[in-house]
């Protein structure tokens, strides 16, 4: 081989090496590599580094994990000493691994050798998820996909296509939700037809959004016209197709035994006051994941609902920043993750329905609640997938041991 063949081929391996290097194929996540030209790990973005199919490679990728991450911690940060026993399996039996706890109560922790102490007196004897010693009443997650189909069709309240004019603008990565910053000059709504709101259990529902003080660690004291205003809502909502379905499935499956019974529970997991600041009952399920309410951090916590976000920002109390998902479907209802800013306080990653009617997302959050109380629950809307995670408030309780509704939130489903 002569000079000139030798020099050919160093040129030919230099021309393959700097094009692996010049993508990012086979390389997401790599640390930081300072023989390539471009980088393709997260950090590239701020480093203004990343390769030029970065974003399509690995950037959704990353999001989409980074995103459910993020929820986890955002929402739930308090989880692990707040909404949960930690230490115990009592309702974490077969519980996917979370890093965060102290001990685990799925089958493989006998392996691991991580299990909680009560793990063989609760969990052991395969119990099944939600503690229904019949297995005929335990609900799988196959009848969770069935009966949210059935919710979601039975949604006939809900806004049609021409019913809101959405404009979302910009969508950022979730690397970037912690920026605060407004890059959404317009409003989120452009347009919403208010004739949606003088349906009953829309108007209902409004009412009930100003009942509350936003701030935690301020009591909230109910009238009598406000207490009268939760029945109103839950009669309404009782009288639609989505509620009907929803009492008829979980009847079925013997965890209420006259719609009646139902309506109580409901309104004591969503309506019955709690302590989630300094004073004496200043929150309530309901008010969490409604109508949202504001920690003495500035922090937005809770505010999952399309209808309180629209009033709001109709009257100039929310400013849309940006959104960093935007769910598959085509028409309503949809699912957005948003920053805003309430009244001078930011939300970094907020989920909302668009378009569903308040019974919907009551329906599906208490659907989640009591067959999956604080943990993550698969659903199925329209045929695409849909996880909503759930927490109990674990410091005080109703009825015999009953627990309330600390949130309810979608999360992104895994892909
Ligand atoms: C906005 O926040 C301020 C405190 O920062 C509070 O005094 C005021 O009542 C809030 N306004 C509304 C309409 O919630």
Avoid at 25 to 46: I, L, Y
Avoid at 122 to 148: M, Q, R, V, Y
Avoid at 278 to 284: A, I, K, L, Q, V
Wanted: aromatic share 12%; glycine share 6%; net charge negative.
């Amino acid at each position: 081989m002569g000079t000139r063949d030798l020099l050919l081929i160093v040129l030919i391996c230099r021309l393959a090496w700097a094009g692996s290097m010049e993508s990012c194929a086979h390389r997401c996540e790599e640390k930081f590599n300072k023989a390539a030209d471009c980088q393709c790990n997260h950090q590239c973005e701020q480093h203004k580094d990343c390769c030029e199919d970065y974003e399509q490679l690995c950037a959704s990728q990353e999001e989409s994990k980074k995103m459910e991450a993020e929820w986890e911690e955002k929402e739930t940060a308090p989880a692990s000493n707040v909404y949960l026993a930690p230490n115990s399996c009592h309702g974490r039996c077969q519980e996917a691994y979370d890093q965060h706890h102290p001990c685990h109560c799925n089958s493989k922790c006998q392996k691991f050798g991580n299990c909680c102490e009560d793990y063989d007196s609760l969990c052991a004897n395969g119990e099944p998820l939600d503690g229904f010693s019949h297995s005929s009443d335990a609900i799988t997650k196959e009848e969770l996909l069935t009966i949210s189909e059935k919710i979601y069709k039975a949604d006939t309240n809900k806004a049609q296509k021409e019913d809101i004019v959405l404009n979302s603008q910009n969508h950022i990565s979730s690397s970037e939700t912690n920026d605060q910053v407004d890059r959404s000059p317009e409003p989120l709504y452009s347009y919403v037809n208010e004739e949606l709101f003088s349906k009953p259990t829309y108007a209902a529902f409004i009412n009930l959004l100003n009942n509350y003080h936003a701030a935690t660690g301020q009591g909230e004291h109910f009238n009598s016209q406000q207490l009268a205003e939760q029945d109103t809502f839950l009669q309404e909502i009782m009288k639609t197709a989505v509620m009907k379905e929803l009492y008829s499935f979980l009847h079925q499956k013997n965890r209420y035994s006259s719609k009646q019974e139902f309506v109580s529970d409901l309104k004591n997991m969503w309506f019955g006051l709690y302590t989630r600041g300094d004073d004496e009952g200043d929150s309530s399920g309901f008010e969490h994941v409604f109508s949202g309410e504001v920690k003495k951090r500035k922090e937005v916590s809770g505010f999952h609902n399309w209808i309180r976000f629209y009033l709001q920002e109709k009257e100039g109390l929310v400013n849309y920043y940006s959104h960093n998902y935007n769910g598959p479907w085509d028409s309503y209802p949809d699912v957005l993750g948003m920053q805003f800013n309430w009244n001078g306080s930011y939300k970094e990653v907020g989920t909302a329905f668009i378009g569903s009617s308040p019974e919907f997302e009551f329906a599906l959050y208490s659907l989640c609640f009591i067959s999956r109380p604080g943990k993550v629950c698969h659903l199925s809307l329209g045929g695409y997938p849909l996880a909503i995670q759930t927490y109990t408030w674990d410091k005080i309780t109703y009825g015999n041991g009953k627990k309330y509704v600390a949130t309810a939130y979608v999360v992104s489903p895994k892909e």
